[in-house]
C-alpha cells in the first residue's frame, strides 16, 4: 500500500537536495560578480582615502615647517629665561646683599661737587630726540622686566662693561627707591656723564643730593639744569625745595 | 474500488519471468536468434551474461518455452547446489532415472551413454556464478562427452568476470553479451507491453520526457523498469481513487515517476 503523503515529503526532501548544489552554484556565481564589484568599488574607494591619507602628510609634513617657530619656542623661552639667575639671586633680598659701594661718594668723604665741575657735563651737546628714542627702545624689556626679581649687583657689573646710560639711571633710581642715596648719586652722576640729556637722571641726582642734606648743592645744581633744559619737573622740584627752605 | 484504468497496466509490470510476457525489441530478438543459432550448432556449452536485468532470465525462459516443443529441454532456474542433487536431478529430468542414492559422475556418464536421444539433452542453467567450482568442473566434463549441451547465463560484474574467465573461457565456444537498454529500447518494451494488453491510453500517455526520466532511474534495466512501472500505476491507482482531477491523461506526471522511484528504492531520499 502506498503512503503517498510520505512519498511527496520524501520527494519533496529529494528535490531539495537534488536541486541544493544548483542552488548553491547559482548563488556562488551571482555573489562573485557582486563581490568583485564591491572589491573593486572598494579599491576605487580606497584610492581618494589614500590621496586623503597622504594629504594629511603632506600637511603633517607642512604643519612642522609651520610649527617650527613654536618647536623653537621653547628655546627663545629658554634665552628669555636667560635673566632667571636674577630670580635666583632674587631670593636674596636687597637688603641682604653685601654691596661694598666704591664710594665715590661718601656722606663725609663726599667731595662737594661745583657747578664748574657739572658746567663741562651740561655743555654737551644735545642728543637729538630720535637717538634717545632709539637708545631706549634698545632695552627697555631688560630694565622694565620683574626689577622686584632683579639683581641689582649684576646691573651694577652689566652697567661697569657696558656703560649703558639707561642701566644707570635703573641703578639710581633702584638705589633712590631703596634710600640708598649715595649710590642713587653715584650712579645718577655716572649716568649724565654719559648722558645729560636724562631728565630722570639729573632728578635722581638733585634729589639724592638733597636727602644726603647737600640741599644747597642740589638746589645750585637744579638751577643749572633748568637753565639748561628748562625743565619743568626740575622748576617745580625747586620750587618745593625753595619753599621748604622757607619754612 | 470501480473501474481503474491504471491497475491492468500495474500487473502487466509484476516482476514475473514469462515467455508469454516476452517483449520483441529488435536488439535482443537479434540477440534471441544468435542464441538459438548457437544452440543447433554441436557446441557444448553457450554462455549467456549481462549486468542484472538485461533480460537473460527472460530469454532463457523464452529459449526453454520454445525449443521444448522440438528437443530435450531441461531448464534450472533455482540454482541447485549440491553436486549429488544437481546430478540426481537430471538423470531424473532428462533421463527418467529415479533413485535415491547417491549418482557419481561416472555413473551418470554410463546413464547418459546408455539413453539415446536424437539431439543432445539441452540444460539451461540461470544464475550460474553461484554454482561452486567443482560442480562446475563436472558440468564441464558431462559438455565434454557430449552428454549434455549447457546453456549457462551469469552476471557480468568483476568478480563474476574472474569467474567466468576461470572456469568458462577456455571451454565455451560462444558467448553472448545482453546490454542494459537504451531510452528508445525502453520505449519500446514499456509501449509493446501495454499495446498488448489494449492499453493504449496509458501508452500514449508516456511520451519522450518520461522515457527518458525513467532510463535515468532504472540506467536500462528492464528489472528496475518493470518495479518502478509497476509503483507508477499503482500510485496513479491511488490518485485516481483519491484526487482524479490531479491526474493529466496526457503524459505522466516526473513527480510522480520519481516518487515511485523513491518508493521503489530507485532513489534514495
Known amino acids: ?93 636687597p637688603s641682604t646683599l653685601k654691596i661694598t659701594p666704591k664710594a665715590v661718594i661718601s656722606q663725609k668723604s663726599a667731595p662737594p661737587i661745583q657747578s664748574s665741575e657739572i658746567k663741562p657735563i651740561t655743555a654737551v651737546l644735545p642728543v637729538t630726540s630720535s637717538v634717545i628714542q632709539t637708545k631706549q627702545t634698545n632695552k627697555p624689556s ?106 | 474500488m470501480e473501474y481503474s484504468l491504471f491497475i491492468k497496466p500495474k500487473e502487466l509490470f509484476i516482476d514475473i519471468v514469462n515467455p508469454h510476457d516476452y517483449v520483441q525489441i529488435d536488439s535482443v530478438s537479434h540477440m534471441y536468434q544468435s542464441l538459438k543459432t548457437s544452440v543447433q550448432k554441436p557446441l557444448k556449452m553457450i554462455l549467456l551474461y549481462g549486468r542484472p536485468g538485461t533480460g537473460k532470465s527472460m530469454l532463457l525462459h523464452k529459449l526453454h518455452h520454445d525449443l521444448s516443443k522440438h528437443q530435450k529441454v531441461f531448464m534450472i532456474d533455482i540454482p541447485i547446489i549440491d553436486e549429488n542433487d544437481f546430478l540426481r536431478v537430471l538423470a531424473q529430468k532428462i533421463y527418467g532415472y529415479v533413485n535415491r542414492e547417491v549418482i557419481t559422475l561416472t555413473s551418470f556418464l554410463e546413464l547418459a551413454s546408455a539413453v539415446n536421444y536424437p539431439q543432445t539433452p539441452l540444460v539451461l542453467l540461470d544464475e550460474a556464478q553461484l554454482y561452486s567450482a567443482a560442480l562446475m568442473e563436472k558440468i564441464r566434463l558431462i559438455s565434454d562427452a557430449r552428454a549434455l549441451k549447457f546453456v549457462i547465463t551469469l552476471h557480468k560484474t568483476d568478480d563474476e568476470d574472474i569467474i567466468a574467465k576461470e572456469h568458462f573461457q577456455t571451454r565455451i565456444w560462444e558467448s553472448i553479451e545482453l546490454r542494459n537498454a537504451t531510452p528508445d529500447e525502453l520505449k519500446i518494451y514499456i509501449q509493446k507491453k501495454l499495446l498488448k494488453s489494449n492499453c493504449f491510453d496509458i501508452a500514449n500517455m508516456i511520451n519522450d520526457k518520461n522515457i527518458k526520466i525513467i532510463t535515468k532511474l532504472t540506467k536500462g534495466n528492464y528489472r528496475d523498469a518493470n518495479k518502478l512501472m509497476f509503483s507508477l500505476f499503482s500510485l496513479y491507482a491511488w490518485f485516481e481513487e483519491h484526487y482524479p482531477n490531479k491526474i493529466n491523461y496526457n503524459s505522466l506526471k516526473p513527480k510522480w515517476i520519481e516518487m515511485a522511484a523513491i518508493h521503489t528504492g530507485l532513489i534514495h531520499a
Request: charged content about 25%; cysteine-free; overall charge neutral.
Open chain 1, 142 to 247: 631688560s630694565i622694565n622686566r620683574d626689577t622686584a626679581a632683579f639683581d641689582i649687583h649684576e646691573i651694577e657689573e652689566r652697567f661697569k662693561n657696558n656703560s649703558n646710560p639707561h642701566l644707570g639711571l635703573y641703578i639710581a633710581r633702584y638705589h633712590y627707591d631703596h634710600t640708598n642715596y649715595s649710590e642713587a648719586y653715584n650712579y645718577a652722576l655716572k649716568t649724565n656723564a654719559i648722558n645729560n640729556t636724562i631728565e630722570e637722571s639729573w632728578l635722581i641726582f638733585i634729589k639724592s643730593l638733597i636727602k644726603l642734606g647737600k640741599t644747597d648743592q642740589a638746589k645750585k645744581t637744579l638751577q643749572l639744569y633748568i637753565s639748561q633744559s628748562n625743565s619743568d619737573s626740575a622748576k617745580i622740584l625747586l620750587d618745593s625745595l625753595e619753599k621748604e627752605e622757607s619754612k
Open chain 1, 1 to 93: 500500500m502506498l503512503d503517498i503523503p510520505s512519498l511527496e515529503r520524501r520527494w519533496l526532501k529529494y528535490k531539495i537536495k537534488h536541486f541544493l548544489p544548483y542552488v548553491a552554484l547559482i548563488v556562488i556565481l551571482l555573489l562573485i560578480p557582486i563581490i568583485m564589484i564591491s572589491l573593486y568599488s572598494n579599491n576605487n574607494a580606497s584610492l581618494p582615502d589614500i590621496k586623503k591619507e597622504n594629504n594629511p602628510k603632506k600637511i603633517q609634513l607642512i604643519v612642522p615647517m609651520n610649527e617650527e617657530p613654536m618647536v623653537l619656542e621653547p628655546s627663545m623661552q629658554f634665552i628669555q629665561s636667560l635673566p632667571a639667575p636674577t630670580s635666583e639671586t632674587n631670593a636674596i633680598s
